[in-house]
C-alpha cells in the first residue's frame, strides 16, 4: 500500500466505525494534489463496498462556514446514496463521531456539466433546486483540522437530508434561510452568503469535478455549501430548515 492509500484506509474506516482520529497535518501536512488523491482513493473504498455516488458537496463557501473552522478555501467532496437521511425522519446519532448540522441549498443536475461554465449555462443543466441540511461530521480530534485534513477526510460529507425540490426558475441570489433546533432559531442568514448567490457554487462545482476527471451527471445532486456556521447535534433536538420560497425540511435527533 502506498502512504496515500494508508492515509485512505484510516479516513474510511475511522468514517465507517464512528471513530475519531488524530490529524495528519500534526506529522505530515497534506498537499491540496495529495488530500484530493486520498479523498478519492477513500471514495474507492467506499464504492467497492457498494455505495453509490449520487452527487458532490461544495464547502467553505461562506465567510460564516470559514470562519467556524478556519479554513478559508473553497473545498468539495463527494456524496454517496448511504449518506442520505430521510426528510422528516429520525437521524441516529450514533452512526456519527461529533456531528454539526448546517443549512444549505440543493441543486438536482439535468444535463451534464463540467469545466468552465457559466452562470447560465450551470443554471441551464439544473432540473431542481430544494432546501437541504448537511451533516458533517469531521473524523478529526475536537474538529479541527487544515485544509488537507478536511479534504483527505471527504470534507466533513457524512449525512445530507432534502427538502421537496422547486422549478429552478424561482431567484435563489438571496433567499432567507433559518436553522431552528426544537423551534427556535439558532442560525438566521441567506442564501446570498453562498459566494455572493449559490449558483456561484454549481459553477465552481463543476470546474473542481472536472480537474479531478469527473463530471456532474443527470440526476446528481449538488449541496452549494452552508450558508452560515454549523450547530452541534445531541439527541432529542428537532432540526428544521426554512428557506425562504422553497419550503422547510427537517428531521429530529435520535440515540
Ligand atoms: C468542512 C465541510 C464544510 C460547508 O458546507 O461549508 C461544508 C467542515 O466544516 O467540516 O460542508
Ligand atoms: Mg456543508
Known amino acids: 500500500m502506498s502512504e496515500l492509500e494508508k492515509m485512505a ?53 461562506s465567510r460564516a462556514k470559514m470562519l467556524q473552522v478556519g479554513v478559508s478555501e473553497v473545498i468539495w467532496g463527494r456524496l454517496t446514496d448511504a449518506m442520505r437521511e430521510e426528510e422528516g425522519g429520525v437521524v441516529s446519532i450514533s452512526k456519527y463521531v461529533h456531528p454539526r448540522v448546517e443549512p444549505e441549498i440543493a441543486f438536482l443536475i439535468k444535463s451534464p456539466l463540467a469545466g468552465e461554465v457559466s452562470a447560465l449555462e450551470a443554471m441551464n443543466a439544473v432540473a431542481a433546486i430544494a432546501p437541504a441540511l448537511e451533516i458533517i461530521d469531521s473524523r478529526y480530534k475536537a474538529f479541527k483540522f487544515d485544509v488537507g485534513d478536511v479534504i483527505a477526510d471527504n470534507s466533513s460529507s457524512s449525512g445530507f437530508v432534502i427538502g421537496n425540490w422547486s422549478a429552478p426558475d424561482t431567484d ?21 452568503a453562498i459566494l455572493g448567490n449559490p449558483v456561484r457554487s454549481l459553477v465552481a462545482a463543476a470546474r473542481m469535478v472536472a480537474q479531478a476527471g469527473e463530471s456532474l451527471n443527470p440526476g446528481d445532486i449538488v449541496l452549494a455549501g452552508g450558508a452560515t456556521a454549523a450547530i452541534p447535534m445531541a439527541v432529542g433536538q428537532a432540526v428544521s430548515l426554512e428557506v425562504e420560497r422553497l419550503g422547510t425540511v427537517a428531521f429530529t435527533v435520535g440515540a
Do not use: W
Open 172 to 192: 435563489i441570489s438571496n433567499l432567507g434561510m433559518v436553522l431552528s433546533i426544537n423551534g427556535r432559531p439558532g442560525e438566521i442568514g441567506s442564501s446570498a
Open 9 to 61: 484506509e484510516i479516513v474510511d474506516e475511522a468514517a465507517r466505525n464512528a471513530t475519531e482520529i488524530p490529524q495528519f497535518s500534526d506529522e505530515t501536512p497534506l498537499s491540496m494534489d495529495a488530500a484530493y488523491a486520498v479523498q478519492a482513493l477513500s471514495m474507492q473504498r467506499r464504492y467497492a463496498r457498494g455505495e453509490k455516488r449520487v452527487g458532490v458537496k461544495m464547502g467553505l463557501t
